[in-house]
């Protein structure tokens, strides 16, 4: 972005919401562009590279899951922040598998919003090399020495467990599916009980209180989200 405007396209139907969204933006510094339509939404993707797209699921001409397809199957790599109702949670899961990087569910507060923007950008940014050192609170990962320590005491994971963790803070803030966990950590020959087995292990190590964790966050009925600060 080399010090000048984000540039944000907004991809929704309904006028009123592009216009919250438009201002919102706008306010912060944000060069708002916008489509009302996939395909319009995928010319203007071509015509001006946005770094980062939000993408309403219910579009007019193509669903917005076929849209994220597109894009990846391009090879396009811009960070996609999905807008998706409080119902739609197979919506949220399929767009998320196909390579969307979050979600924010309407009705939605724009700090909310600001703040999940800011960890796609972030997230664009960890991709291109990962981080050898991650700290959150007191966790702190050594990915190169495979050292993990809370309240700066070091804490023995098993190799599984490892494998967990090291996966959620490669993608520190961004929510993961159950299925993108699974493929990661075990090549997606498992099932899900397994994941959640581990999940509530790890916690039991890295959390001060395991059942009002702070670092691995649950997105229900979706995934798992690692807390960056």
């Known amino acids: 972005?080399?010090?000048?405007?984000?540039?944000?396209?907004?991809?929704?139907?309904?006028?009123?919401?592009?216009?919250?969204?438009?201002?919102?933006?706008?306010?912060?510094?944000?060069?708002?562009?916008?489509?009302?339509?996939?395909?319009?939404?995928?010319?203007?993707?071509?015509?001006?590279?946005?770094?980062?797209?939000?993408?309403?699921?219910?579009?007019?001409?193509?669903?917005?899951?076929?849209l994220i397809r597109e894009l990846r199957n391009q090879g396009s790599s811009?960070?996609?922040?999905?807008?998706?109702?409080?119902?739609?949670?197979?919506?949220?899961?399929?767009a998320l598998d196909l390579g969307a990087d979050d979600y924010v569910t309407k009705p939605f507060g724009t700090d909310e919003l600001l703040a999940r923007i800011r960890t796609a950008l972030r997230h664009r940014l960890q991709r291109q090399g990962e981080l050898p050192l991650f700290r959150s609170g007191d966790l702190c990962v050594d990915l190169v020495r495979r050292i993990v320590r809370v309240r700066d005491v070091e804490v023995k994971l098993s190799p599984k467990e490892y494998?967990?963790?090291?996966?959620?803070?490669?993608?520190?803030?961004?929510?993961?599916?159950?299925?993108?966990?699974?493929?990661?950590?075990?090549?997606?020959?498992?099932?899900?009980?397994y994941l959640r087995i581990y999940i509530r292990q790890l916690r039991q190590k890295i959390e001060a209180d395991p059942e009002q964790p702070r670092h691995i966050l649950t997105e229900t009925g979706v995934g798992y989200r690692l807390r960056a600060e």
Do not use: C, Y
């Open 163 to 193: 494998d967990i963790l090291r996966v959620l803070v490669a993608h520190a803030g961004k929510v993961l599916t159950h299925r993108m966990l699974l493929n990661e950590v075990w090549g997606g020959e498992t099932d899900v009980q």
């Open 1 to 66: 972005m080399n010090g000048s405007a984000t540039r944000v396209l907004i991809v929704e139907d309904e006028p009123p919401i592009r216009r919250l969204l438009r201002t919102s933006l706008a306010s912060q510094g944000f060069l708002v562009t916008e489509a009302a339509t996939g395909r319009s939404a995928l010319a203007e993707i071509e015509r001006a590279e946005p770094d980062l797209v939000i993408l309403d699921l219910g579009l007019p001409d193509i669903e917005g899951s076929e």
């Open 78 to 94: 811009v960070p996609i922040l999905v807008l998706s109702s409080r119902a739609d949670e197979p919506g949220k899961v399929e």
